[in-house]
């Protein structure tokens, strides 16, 4: 008989009681900016496969969830320079290539003005379950990028 696998219980505001794979906590060392105690996190895909969109969910921390997408799906041309300072600290030249996540804003009431932070994004090894959040020093994509094109005055769009 194979190995029963250890599975984790935590509660989200959003979900309520989540289990998962105890393989499947990722760690963020260091945290999130701005949440810097906080390194235990789960990645939820309530739409099962059928949204752009998935939750980094804390473990520890009921209420802290982002929602976060892959940036290439919204903005094919985003792009990270290899000699980004943070990314030069991690050395993870030698690594697989990491997923790559941006976190997502949708403003209450006013989902067409959904913005993603393109300038500190979220580099996820999977084979290690970790993740990784950097701030982009040479770039010029900004914090709110606007993910849904506006139509113009003309009509057209921006």
Known sequence: MGKTEKSIK?????????????RNIIHAPGGIIGFAGIERYALLDPSGGES???WLQAVDEPDLAFIVTDPMMFVPEYAIDATEPDIEKLGIGEKKPPALFVMV??????????????????LYFEEDNVIHQIVL????WGLKHPLVAKPDESGGVE
């Open 52 to 54: 752009l969109f998935l």
């Open 10 to 22: 935590f509660n989200s505001t959003r979900f309520g009681e989540v289990e998962i794979p105890e």
């Open 137 to 140: 020093e040479k770039t010029e």
């Open 105 to 122: 804003t949708v403003p209450a009431g006013n989902p067409d003005n959904i913005t993603a932070n393109l300038l500190a994004p979220l």
